[in-house]
């Protein structure tokens, strides 16, 4: 039942024509979009596991969908998750729950990152500090509430709390330095591969 919902939620995207002419449209060359998703996925396996099936590590989820927008970064993931599942030997269920929990917080951040764009001032500290810095802080916090409440069946609430969301504010900051300075470094040198990052618009404060 979870893989054919993760499947039909793919394919609405896949046989989506825009999401084909998005794609199209792309300034980031396809070798960085590959070495974006092998990035991630050893990320993702430099993991502290704090109980059997909970480990902490970075998302970087916020970087991916402010440099890639929502459709593709979404696209990106399920390869990021395909490489875990060749790696790792994680139960395939248990990929399909990270990979829906990912997509949440790749929607979040970018519902974020609109709330920005549209009722805050529109200058290059605000997009940096506010869009990339807290929201992949917000992003990890709510990613592994996510992942407590899937495993909540295995665990009683006090082990969670003491084995595994103890651990949220200690994740939280390293995971917005993270962002916050990848972001930086691109919008400083690649301003034309960040797809929600608009020069004209952010460097003019207007």
Known sequence: MLAAFCLLLLAALLFNANFWDEIRSKAVPWPVAGASVCILALLWQTNATVLDALSIHFLALTSLVLVFGLRLSALLFVLVMALQWLMSEKALEQLL???????LVLGLNYFVYLLCFHYLQRQLF??????AFLNSALGLVVFMLLQAWIQAEHYSSHQLYEGYLIFIPLAALPEALLNGM????????????????????YLSGK
Not at 182 to 201: C, D, G, N, S
Request: hydrophobic fraction near 60%; proline fraction near 3%.
């Open 97 to 103: 729950w990270t990979l829906l929990s990912g997509w």
């Open 126 to 131: 605000v997009y940096l500090f506010v869009a």
């Open 182 to 201: 990848a972001m930086t470094l691109l919008v400083v040198y690649k301003p034309e591969w960040v797809y929600t990052f608009y020069q004209r618009i």
